[in-house]
């Protein structure tokens, strides 16, 4: 069974950091790319960040140079880095899995989402 457990979202004053946390289980983690993405009220579902399996990672421009995509194969775990945060950041985070060696900007192509963490960024 495949399971995904994310941590670290709250409210934060705008000029912040936050550092997000997915935890994965019951998949092949280490040949697994790795995406976050974010949903905002009333909007679209968007992709914020993805790291593959050599590391390489993609950043949206409106979190690039502001937040980091990094990995942990011995913890099966992915974080996101989060810092000088917008209030235009605030949404619900998802970490994403794609079961496959490279990663995607598209919702669509990854197979498992954890359930989301809300992030808030007050002015």
């Known amino acids: 069974q495949v399971q995904l457990t994310e941590s670290g979202g709250r409210s934060v004053q705008a000029g912040g950091s936050l550092r997000l946390s997915c935890a994965a289980s019951g998949l092949p983690f280490s040949s697994s790319a790795m995406g976050w993405f974010r949903q905002a009220p009333g909007k679209e579902r968007e992709f914020v960040a993805t790291?593959?399996?050599?590391?390489?990672?993609s950043y949206a421009d409106s979190v690039k140079d502001r937040f980091t995509i990094s990995r942990d194969n011995a913890k099966n775990t992915v974080y996101l880095q989060t810092n000088s945060l917008k209030p235009e950041d605030t949404a619900v985070y998802y970490c994403?899995?794609?079961?496959?060696?490279?990663?995607?900007?598209?919702?669509?192509?990854?197979?498992?989402w954890g359930q989301g963490t809300q992030v808030t960024v007050s002015s």
């Open positions: 994403a899995v794609r079961t496959v060696i490279w990663g995607s900007t598209l919702a669509r192509e990854y197979d498992y």
């Open positions: 790291i593959n399996t050599r590391g390489m990672t």
